[in-house]
């Protein structure tokens, strides 16, 4: 379990990375994280994992401070960042001996599970003997994933994690985010590719402005009566936006409309009710709302 207390991490007066975020991210969930760019993703990922210290607030895993308690916090956390942060000149296997010795690993298990994982996750057997600058960014990001998880924590934190894979890469991260969470651990995904945090999160969390802005349970998302409305009209006017918006919250894209809204028969009867106002529609089609949508609608107005 992760636990932040009125977190803040503040650069300066005008960049305050971070302001004032209490959450509680439970044992056995999956979170992902959403935001633009310079939300305050990345620093809310790094504090967590004990990269960065905080101005001001607590950061409990498992009840233990990352602060007070920083050595044993941090053999409770597993940390993937977006880039590696592994020494580009020097052997691979190397490298894990030294990082499991940080994390109560002699230097023989600490080798041997790297192995290990580094098959797991796809590299080939030497690989270990080489140096991470001969690798490929695949290559890399696999590594360090290996690294995130080499001696087996409870918690998990990962920036961007999909960057760099090719599909059957997404395909592995994303297995085995799932079979960690079947283990109880807590995960989270801070990620840009909505789709994928869809396919596997509990909820989902929308960063902004260095604040948690709002969060959708991917339970509650498809049980929800929202629903997406995609349609084309050949015709279009002034009136047809204002039209849609009073219905939800409507955006138009060329010729191209999309209205996210409740289902009710006034919805049902809508493609009706355009032709017989005079529009020509030459496509209609209704979708279960996604993650995507609700990222856009809880952003409506504002520059990516």
């Known amino acids: 379990m992760i636990e932040l207390q009125n977190v803040s991490k503040i650069y300066s007066k005008r960049n305050e990375g971070v302001r004032s975020v209490s959450y509680t991210f439970d044992d056995g969930k999956i979170y992902g994280i959403v935001g633009p760019n310079g939300a305050g993703k990345t620093t809310l990922i790094n504090i967590i994992a004990g990269a960065h210290t905080q101005t001001s ?3 409990l895993i498992d009840n233990l401070d990352t602060i007070r308690d920083r050595e044993e916090s ?3 956390i597993g940390w993937m960042p977006d880039s590696s942060k592994l020494n580009g000149f020097q052997k691979i296997i190397d490298q894990f001996e030294y990082f499991g010795a940080m994390r109560g690993l002699d230097y023989r298990e600490a080798g ?13 057997e030497n690989i270990w003997k080489k140096n ?8 890399r990001r696999r590594v360090s994933l290996a ?6 924590p409870k918690n998990i934190v990962m920036d961007e994690p999909y960057n ?11 297995d085995f985010i799932l079979e960690e969470r079947s283990r109880g651990k807590t995960i989270i995904v801070s990620s840009h590719i909505l789709k994928e945090l869809e396919s596997i999160a509990d909820d989902v969390i929308l960063f902004e402005n260095g604040r948690m802005k709002d969060e959708i349970g991917i339970e509650k998302l498809n049980n929800s009566r929202n629903v997406k409305i995609i349609l084309e009209v050949k015709n279009p006017d002034e009136n047809l936006l204002p039209f849609l918006s009073r219905l939800g919250d409507a955006r138009r894209i060329g010729n191209t409309y999309q209205l996210i809204t409740e289902q ?4 049902d009867d809508l493609n009706t009710t355009l032709v017989k106002n005079g529009y020509k529609v030459l496509s209609f089609k209704i979708e279960k709302q996604t993650i995507e949508d609700f ?4 952003r409506k107005g504002q520059n990516n």
Do not use: C
């Not at 790297?114 to 796809?122: A, D, N, Q, S």
């Not at 991470?132 to 290559?139: D, I, N, P, V």
């Not at 760099?164 to 994303?174: A, K, L, N, Q, T």
């Open 57 to 59: 607030g607590t950061v």
């Open 74 to 76: 941090l053999m409770k």
């Open 112 to 124: 041997e599970k790297g192995r290990e994982l580094m098959i797991r996750f796809g590299l080939p």
């Open 132 to 139: 991470m600058h001969k690798l490929s960014l695949g290559q």
């Open 147 to 152: 690294f995130a998880v080499l001696n087996d």
């Open 164 to 174: 760099g894979f090719d599909p059957d890469g997404i395909r592995m991260i994303s």
């Open 264 to 267: 009710d028969p006034e919805v």
């Open 295 to 298: 990222y856009f609608s809880n």
